[in-house]
C-alpha cells in the first residue's frame, strides 16, 4: 500500500492545506497522521477537521494535542507552547476537542509501528541520535516504525550485526527499507525544525518497501499573520519563515 505519513500540523492550516493538495497527486490509499494537530499556530479547529477527514482511519495524539485536552501539565511546555495551548482550549470547538480525546498515542496494529514519540515513550522522546534509535530498536515490537514529534526529517536504521545509524532526509530522498530495522520521522507539517521552511510529509510504500521524504511550498505569509492577528507570540510566526 502506499501511504502519506504527516505529522506535527500545529494549527498550521495553510501547510497542512498544500500538503493534502500534494497528496492527491500521489495516488495514495491512505494518509496517516502521527499527532499534534494543534499547538502553535492559529487554526487548530480547521486542522481538526481536515485531519479528521483526510487520515480517517489511523490518526495519533500528540503531546500538545494532549496538553490541549487537559491530559498534561501546562507548566511542562516551554512559554510559547504553553501560551498557545491556553488560546486553543478557549479557541477550539467542543466537537474537535472530543475528537482530540479519543485519540491514542500509539498504534500497533499495522505492518509498522506508529508512536507519536517513540518505540519507548510514545508522548515526550525526541529520537534524534544514533544512541537513542538504538534503545528504540531495541524494544520496538516492528521492524520498521514511525514516529514524529522531533520537526525533524530523518531516519535511522540498524542492519544484521551492526550498530543504528542515522541521517537527516531532504527533500526527494528516497530510502530501499527491505531489510534491516527502521525508524522514520516524515519531519512537520506545521513547523519544521531542520532548515526547511517547507512542510514535510513522508511517502511509505509498503509493498515495495520505500519510504521517499517529501516537501511541499505553503503560504508561510499567511500562517505567520494568522499567528500575530490571535495574538500569538511573534516567535511563533517568526520561526516559521527559518525552518526552526
Known amino acids: 500500500m502506499r501511504l502519506a505519513v504527516i505529522s506535527d500540523i500545529h494549527g498550521n492550516r495553510q501547510a497542512l492545506e498544500a500538503v493534502l493538495n500534494d497528496v492527491t497527486a500521489q495516488e495514495v490509499g491512505e494518509i496517516w497522521c502521527l499527532g499534534d494537530i494543534v499547538g502553535y499556530g492559529a487554526s487548530p479547529d480547521e486542522c481538526c477537521d481536515l485531519t479528521r ?19 498534561l501539565p501546562l507548566d511542562e511546555f516551554s512559554r510559547g507552547a504553553e501560551l498557545a495551548a491556553r ?78 545509524s542515522g541521517q537527516t532526509r531532504p527533500e526527494g530522498s ?11 520521522n516524515p519531519g512537520s507539517v506545521g513547523q519544521p525544525r531542520d532548515g526547511d521552511p517547507r512542510a514535510a510529509w513522508l511517502l511509505l510504500d509498503t509493498d515495495r518497501w520505500t519510504a521517499t521524504f517529501k516537501r511541499t511550498e505553503y503560504d508561510i505569509a499567511g500562517a505567520a499573520a494568522a499567528i500575530r492577528a490571535a495574538h500569538l507570540p511573534d516567535s511563533l510566526a517568526e520561526r516559521l519563515g527559518y525552518g526552526q
Not at 54 to 69: E, F, K, T
Not at 136 to 154: E, F, I, W, Y
Not at 174 to 184: H, K, S
Request: charged share 25%; net charge negative; with cysteine.
Open 53 to 71: 477527514e483526510a487520515a480517517h482511519r489511523i490518526c495519533l495524539v500528540g503531546n500538545h494535542d494532549m496538553a490541549v485536552r487537559g491530559d
Open 174 to 184: 528516497e530510502i530501499d527499507i527491505t531489510t534491516g530495522e527502521w525508524i522514520l
Open 87 to 164: 488560546w486553543t482550549q478557549e479557541h477550539l470547538r467542543e466537537d474537535n476537542l472530543s475528537y482530540l480525546q479519543a485519540l491514542e498515542p500509539l498504534e500497533l496494529g499495522e505492518d509498522v509501528g506508529l508512536y507519536h514519540a517513540s518505540p519507548r515513550d510514545a508522548v515526550w522522546e525526541y529520537v534524534l541520535s544514533p544512541l537513542q534509535a538504538e534503545l528504540c530498536l531495541d524494544v520496538q515490537k516492528h521492524r520498521v516504525c514511525l514516529v514524529g514529534h522531533s520537526h525533524v526529517a530523518l531516519s535511522f536504521s540498524r542492519q544484521n550485526g551492526e550498530a543504528a
